[in-house]
């Protein structure tokens, strides 16, 4: 801590433009070597960081998903036993879902946001920087329990009373119920942070109406997840409380409920669809726009749409639970928002294709994705608007028929689009272009590949195969269509080792992108790539929803803010009008030992409830180191 | 790309209060967020209630003296909390030290009350359902009180520093006392589900 404080003294209209550059550049860094990486709050920095780890989670979620494939390529297979392949198909789901869809839709996100709005950082740069060291914390809990044999093995929705204490000996579900924990405050962190980003820290001039469309899905998407995660964290709290102090939420012998856990659970299972989804329409609509050389078509109504899908979301979740025995009126009542929410995805198409017909498009790989995208989602959508209807979920409920349909919403709906943006924002991230021609190929096997693996799944269900079996006898008539979906599991692993290949191989010795390679609109593509890490050296001044189409070449910005503290803009909420000059944190270590403090606390209270209490000091502790002021111009107004 | 410059800045001020700070907004995320969690626990509750052949299960009411003592305490606390934040919002420092000084006690005083409220819920967490999530709706607010009393005694340590006389710091006395309100609103539905309900 120093003696005196220190006050932002110099205004960036007194230096010229290399000096500008210069002082911004010192003022902004993350220094080199251990520390610096560890303390860092660029949200460039965290936001690659958190993109390649949740990659890294695919890629470990995919040899699972290899492993269950060759396992289930003929029947009494003995390659893994029941125990393993329990804990194998629960990891699987739950990793995608907890460690890469919902993390890297935000990673993207916690990158692209602060540039695309035209501001310096993100909103609360060390909860950014927290957040990450949390999700990687949660992340590393799931995979070395599992690596110790004492993976879950209660599924990725963990039911009671299966999960129950009951049922379920050892700490296996606990493990599950605390990796939620830790990546569901990753996740709210993120969200309140990109609220904040989108409402506050937008360039002047943004107003409502010219907010880029992956933006806008961003707001969406983290409302969604601030209204839907505190249910699974209120659920698996309480499960782990049954487990550990002998509560009786889900115990029906004394006036628990095993029911009120699938009410829990999907009240935040369905948004989390489109927690992963909303990211991804987003993305596409950016993409189509870029590619077909014209702003997209029908702005308003892709973001009314973005915002009723939101909405809608949490009218679904009885859906899950069709077959549970709810009252009759109950399920229809949930099968009408289940079927309406099609509507919103139908505009969304529809605006995507005009958008695409009356532009030029451009057939490079992101839009080969985007298309895939779209071929692919419809299907999965009609399987969905099937499965919405009672009679027809009854018989297919539990069955590869669902395995079959939520891969192709999340593989089709999600994965694709998020292909397709790392194809486009890859050189923003690196400077570099990734190859077209790895590109292609990488789209042609995946999506053959894809659809190969995922298709022959609704016929299996269909025929009555049950999901989460770790084998099948040989007088079923499973054997045939099992065989062909892994080999064309196969084919579908080829495609994303490509993907990987090109990124690895661009990274190192892409073409160099310039700023704008596809020449796009919107603000993140007015900045070098990688971006300087103060970001712009001017604050962007916007008046339309595509300021590089609008004045090709040139750019309004604003002047005035201090180079000697990191200092954004705060604008007002609709109009995006200058509010003040506010300053954005400095680069601490306190965020990391935080992260360290809560993870001590989270794992110990998996053995003891007294963790709570004990482990909560340190918490307090490193929560005040990061907070007390440290004299710096930062701290101070 | 040539810039060109349409807008000075520079005679914005160098920290916003209120809707103009970033703090301010996040505040108001995590209240929703945890403003969220107490809807779904008071949701378990109503959901338990809805199926259980009788309400509380196998258990007397909750006395209602402490609680409604604690209701006193909280309600009478949001008046000087406002005018802690009014205080604040015209950087009077004095007036703010006195303020914050206030408040840690009306931190202390509930948590004390809370106490006995746990002793007068006339269930234990572990006997059945209904105990559990009375303990669980109970605990969640006093976790609030906790992690609240925390904030305002580190914040009032700094009011007393050299750091103290400063926008910024102003601007979290109002966004603190602001949360208070929160914590007080939200005892409100938990005070009539805990005491009220258990009585239809």
């Known amino acids: 801590m120093t003696d005196t404080i220190a006050h932002a003294q110099i205004l960036d209209t007194e230096l010229e433009r290399p000096r500008l550059t210069g002082q911004l550049a010192e003022t902004w860094k993350t220094e080199s070597g251990l520390w610096g990486a560890l303390s860092t709050v660029d949200h460039k920095i965290i936001g690659r960081r958190y993109i390649t780890t949740a990659f890294v989670f695919l890629l470990l979620g995919g040899v699972l998903a290899i492993l269950m494939r060759l396992q289930l390529a003929g029947p009494e297979q003995r390659l893994i036993g029941p125990d393993r392949y329990n804990q194998i198909f629960t990891i699987h789901g739950a990793n995608m879902m907890f460690l890469f869809a919902v993390p890297v839709m935000e990673a993207m996100g916690v990158y692209l946001v602060p540039l695309m709005v035209g501001t310096r950082n993100i909103a609360f740069p060390r909860l950014n920087a927290f957040s990450y060291w949390m999700f990687l914390a949660g992340g590393l809990v799931l995979w070395i329990s599992f690596a110790l044999d004492m993976g879950p093995d209660v599924g990725w929705f963990a039911y009671v009373p ?74 698996s709290t309480s499960l782990i409380l049954d487990r550990l102090v002998g509560t009786h939420f889900f ?58 899908t939101g909405i809608l979301a949490f009218g679904l979740w009885v859906h899950h639970m069709f077959t549970t025995g709810l009252p009759r009126l109950g399920e229809s009542f949930f099968t009408a928002p289940s079927m309406a929410i099609a509507i919103p995805s139908g505009v969304q198409i529809f605006c995507w294709i005009a958008t695409l017909w009356e532009g030029r498009p451009v057939f490079k790989t992101p839009l080969l994705f985007v298309i895939g995208f779209i071929v ?49 924002w890859f050189p923003k991230f690196t400077g570099r272009m990734m190859s077209e021609r790895l590109g292609r190929w990488a789209f042609g096997l995946i999506f053959i590949g894809f659809h190969a693996t995922f298709f022959p ?70 900045t070098s790539s990688p971006p300087p890490a103060y970001n712009f050296a001017h604050m962007p001044v916007v008046s339309g929803a595509h300021p590089l189409w609008e004045q090709p ?24 009008a200058p509010q003040a000059r506010e300053s954005s944190p400095q680069n601490s270590i306190w965020p990391l030992l935080t992260a360290i403090a809560t993870s001590i606390m989270l794992i110990w209270s998996i053995f003891s409830p007294w963790a709570v209490v004990w482990g909560s000091i340190p918490i307090a502790i490193t929560l005040i180191g990061w907070f007390w002021p440290k004299g710096t111009p930062e701290d101070e107004a | 790309m040539k810039e060109r410059v349409v807008l000075d800045l520079s005679k914005l ?47 007397q009411p909750p006395d209602v003296l402490a609680g409604t003592l604690m209701t006193v305490v909280l309600a009478a606390s949001v008046i000087p909390n406002i005018m802690l934040s009014r205080w604040a919002e015209h950087q009077d420092l004095r007036k703010v030290r006195i303020g914050m000084v206030v408040m840690s006690a009306l931190g202390i005083v509930p948590l004390i009350i809370r106490v ?84 239809i």
């Open chain 1, 457 to 526: 799944m609704h016929i299996l269900g269909l025929e009555g195969m049950p999901r989460r079996v770790y084998t099948y006898q040989p007088d079923l008539p499973w054997h045939g269509l099992n065989l062909f979906a892994s080999a064309s599991a196969v084919v579908l692993a080829a495609g994303f080792l490509v993907f990987f290949i090109d990124v690895v191989m661009s990274a190192r010795s892409g073409n160099l992108a310039g700023d704008n390679p596809w020449d796009a609109p919107t603000l993140e593509w007015a």
């Open chain 1, 162 to 235: 299966l999960s129950g204490p009951q049922y379920a000996p050892g700490k296996r579900a606990d493990i599950w119920a605390q990796m939620i924990t830790f990546t569901e405050v990753a996740a709210l962190a993120v969200a309140v942070e990109i609220v904040v980003t989108v409402f506050k820290q937008r360039a002047p001039g943004m107003s409502l109406d010219r907010i880029p469309l992956f933006v806008w899905a961003m707001l969406v998407t983290s409302f969604v997840v601030i209204m839907a995660m505190p249910a699974i964290m209120v659920a």
């Open chain 1, 376 to 424: 692919t989602f419809v299907i999965g959508g009609l399987t969905g608007v099937m499965v919405a209807s009672v009679p027809f979920d009854t018989q297919v409920h539990d069955t590869y028929f669902v395995v079959a349909h939520f891969h192709y919403v999340l593989i089709g709906g999600a994965v694709f689009p998020l292909l397709g943006a790392v194809y486009y």
């Open chain 2, 116 to 199: 006995f409220e746990f002793a007068a819920l006339n269930v234990k967490w572990d006997t059945n359902a209904y105990g559990s999530v009375v303990w669980t709706l109970l605990g969640l607010h006093t976790t609030h009180i906790v992690t609240d009393l925390i904030d305002t005694l580190v914040l009032t340590a700094l009011m007393f520093s050299r750091h103290g006389d400063n926008l910024r710091r102003y601007g979290d006395v109002q966004d603190n006392a602001m949360y208070w309100n929160f914590v007080v609103a939200a005892w409100l539905p938990i005070y009539g589900c805990i005491y009220w309900l258990a009585r």
């Open chain 1, 553 to 576: 070449g040139a750019l309004n910005v604003a002047d005035g803010l201090h180079t000697d503290r990191r200092e954004v803009l705060v604008t007002a909420i609709t109009t995006a």
């Open chain 2, 13 to 59: 001020p160098l920290h916003g209060l209120g809707p103009a700070s970033v703090t301010w907004w996040g505040t108001l995320g995590f209240m929703l967020i945890e403003g969220t969690g107490f809807a779904l626990v008071i949701a378990v509750y109503l959901y338990l209630m809805s199926l259980a052949p009788v309400w509380p299960l196998n258990a």
């Open chain 1, 251 to 308: 115990n029906p012998a004394e006036g628990g409920d095993v029911l009120l856990w699938q009410h829990l659970f999907w009240f935040f299972g369905h948004p989390e669809v489109y927690i992963i989804f909303i990211p991804a329409v987003g993305m596409v609509s950016t993409l189509v726009a870029t590619f077909s050389r014209r702003p997209v078509y029908g702005y308003l109504a892709l973001v009314v749409a973005l915002i009723g």
